[in-house]
């Protein structure tokens, strides 16, 4: 199979701080991983793509200072939101695929509230 | 940017009958893929057909894809309370990241 895992699977912090969210791959190596953010009765969109090793790429309109991403191994991808504020509030989830496949495996998700 | 469009938005059957939700997107792609996702809950990956298929089935889905008129659909025959979710539909024209749909909103009712 293969899994990835998100945590927190939901967190909720103050304005003006930092949450980091991690996305690991569990049984497979993931050179690239995708995170994506959902509002409510949204689709998904995509923010950034991850590659290991390397600064990820963000989406046009995405703040890289804020949503903070390291891709520090083959298993693992972080993003920090930085100096949350309450229009952070979202459902974050990540992305994984094997190298050469075309399927994308989904984390669970994060639901990030900030009040 | 996305580019699927599923449509309907909304689809309230009941059980035991079909479901039919459509999709279509802008430009070409490599393989489109349909997910469900439960409220509040993230994504369940459904079925992938690739460019150069036209259907494709797995257990009660039925996947149908028309590259002519850039669309896909997406049965579930005999549908069930536990279908009820959401349904988008992803395309992949690069290897790269998915572009999401805006679903469609299935509720199946006893």
């Known amino acids: 199979g293969a899994v990835v895992s998100q945590h927190p699977s939901r967190v909720i912090c103050k304005s003006g701080t930092s949450v980091k969210i991690e996305c690991r791959s569990l049984d497979f190596q993931a050179t690239t991983m995708f995170w994506y953010r959902q509002f409510p009765k949204k689709s998904l969109m995509l923010m950034a793509t991850s590659n290991e090793g390397s600064k990820a790429t963000y989406e046009q309109g995405v703040e890289k200072d804020k949503f903070l991403i390291n891709h520090a191994s083959l298993t693992l991808s972080t993003l920090t939101v930085t100096s949350a504020h309450p229009e952070d509030s979202s459902f974050y989830i990540c992305?994984?695929?094997?190298?050469?496949?075309?399927?994308?495996?989904f984390g669970p998700g994060t639901r990030l509230t900030v009040t | 940017s996305q580019q699927g469009e599923e449509d309907p938005q909304a689809l309230s059957i009941q059980e035991g009958e079909n479901a039919t939700m459509n999709c279509s997107y802008k430009?070409?792609?490599?393989?489109l893929q349909w997910y469900r996702q439960n409220s509040g809950r993230g994504l369940v990956h459904l079925i992938l057909i690739r460019s150069n298929e036209r259907e494709k089935h797995s257990g009660r889905l039925r996947v149908t894809l028309d590259t002519s008129k850039k669309s896909s659909s997406l049965l579930i025959t005999a549908s069930r309370a536990a279908d009820t979710a959401s349904y988008f539909c992803a395309t992949d024209w690069s290897g790269y990241a998915l572009n999401f749909g805006k679903g469609t909103s299935l509720l199946v009712t006893p």
């Open positions: 992305s994984a695929s094997k190298e050469g496949a075309d399927e994308q495996y």
């Open positions: 430009t070409s792609i490599n393989n």
